[in-house]
């Protein structure tokens, strides 16, 4: 059996940022339009008038004050609030394949590789912009890698579940060096129409390297663990057989919908529990963890989470968070923030990378510095 390690990872986090501010403008400007354009209606009570959003209802709510995006002037449009992304031709790289190719690149400058060294890519992410061929399958021929590639979606837990396939198959020896790059446009399957939700996700994608351990300097990764339980409370209803529906209109389910305090309610727990369980498995108690990489959703649930784990409020620097500056970016922002906070920490001193959501699903990866 060969040892997972974690020798580099990428992010690759887009120009163009939308901030609260601007995004309450824009969001203000049509809840205005569509009142005055609906007042009749609204005035019989046969719909519901809507109301303003404020930045410091977004960064009460949530702890985000920022996101980057991959266009910007589309969301903010009034008339419009949603990603404008052209279309490519098919002889051009996709978007998805052109930001993971750069978060890879970065994954490998970091641990001395070349793309020709990998020979497996898991495109681990919560949307895929085309049924097949695989976005992975693109990545690995952009990259020069060599193997087999494939995506895989378990929606915001994906990066951690691509993370346990990839050290599987090296503890194994079905493959040497593995990458798992999350491409997360979050922005295209957001309405940003809704007050509930419209500031909650922004766009970026991340690499995480990982490879046998052969007395390289890294992150070992000791131990993973998955689970997953069926709810409704975070769904999105498109796919490709919308068009067999024949509801053909723009349905409010076909974009991100939760139930956001239920989710509260059942995830809370659910993700505690299974860190703590996981912990306990590897004989780890809370003294012995030196920082959590968290999903990054919302800083409130970070926060519970974190008191849970280690039994006290966490300190600064234990439970670092970059919703702030990214918002909610899937499958990817556990690996944002890992990438970003890991370089401090000593040989021996031992992390947990958590992400959950949809599903539910929920994936926390041990980590030893070596």
Not at 18 to 33: E, P, S
Not at 108 to 119: C, N, Y
Request: include cysteine.
């Amino acid at each position: 059996m060969h040892i997972p390690l974690i020798t580099g990872t990428g992010v690759f986090t887009p120009e163009a940022v939308i901030t609260n501010a601007d995004l309450v403008a824009a969001f203000n400007a049509y809840v205005d339009r569509f009142n005055s354009e609906n007042a009749e209606a609204i005035a019989a009570g046969a719909i519901q008038p809507k109301s303003h959003s404020s930045a410091d209802f977004i960064t009460s709510a949530s702890g985000i004050e920022q996101r980057h995006v991959i266009d910007r002037e589309g969301p903010l449009d009034p008339e419009r609030m949603t990603p404008r992304i052209p279309p490519r031709h098919d002889d051009k790289p996709s978007l998805m394949a052109e930001m993971a190719l750069d978060a890879a690149e970065k994954a490998l400058a970091e641990a001395g590789r070349t793309g020709s060294e990998i020979d497996l890519i898991l495109c681990a992410a919560s949307n895929h912009e085309r049924a097949y061929p695989a976005i992975s399958v693109e990545i690995q021929d952009l990259l020069g890698a060599q193997g087999f590639a494939y995506d895989m979606n378990v929606a915001c837990s994906s990066a951690t579940f691509g993370l346990q396939t990839a050290a599987d198959m090296i503890r194994t020896g079905s493959v040497t060096r593995a990458l798992v790059v999350s491409p997360e446009i979050c922005s295209a399957h957001l309405e940003w129409r809704d007050r509930d939700c419209h500031f909650i996700f922004g766009d970026v994608a991340t690499a995480i390297l990982v490879e046998r351990e052969e007395g390289q300097t890294g992150f070992r990764v000791r131990s993973t663990r998955c689970a997953t339980q069926f709810s409704n409370n975070i769904r999105n209803n498109d796919g490709f057989l919308r068009r067999a529906h024949d509801q053909m209109e723009d349905r409010r389910d076909m974009q991100f919908v939760q139930e956001g305090r239920k989710v509260f309610k059942e995830v809370l727990p659910m993700v505690s529990r299974h860190i703590a369980d996981h912990l306990e498995a590897e004989g780890i108690t809370a003294p012995d963890i030196r920082r959590l990489w968290l999903h990054q959703a919302n800083k409130t649930m970070n926060d519970y989470i974190g008191k849970k784990v280690l039994g006290r409020d966490p300190k600064p620097g234990e439970q670092p968070n970059i919703l702030q500056d990214y918002a909610n970016t899937s499958s990817a922002g556990s690996v944002i923030a890992f990438s970003k906070y890991s370089a401090d920490l000593a040989p021996g001193d031992i992390g947990v990378i958590c992400s959950f959501g949809a599903g539910y699903s929920v994936g926390s990866a041990v980590l030893e510095r070596v």
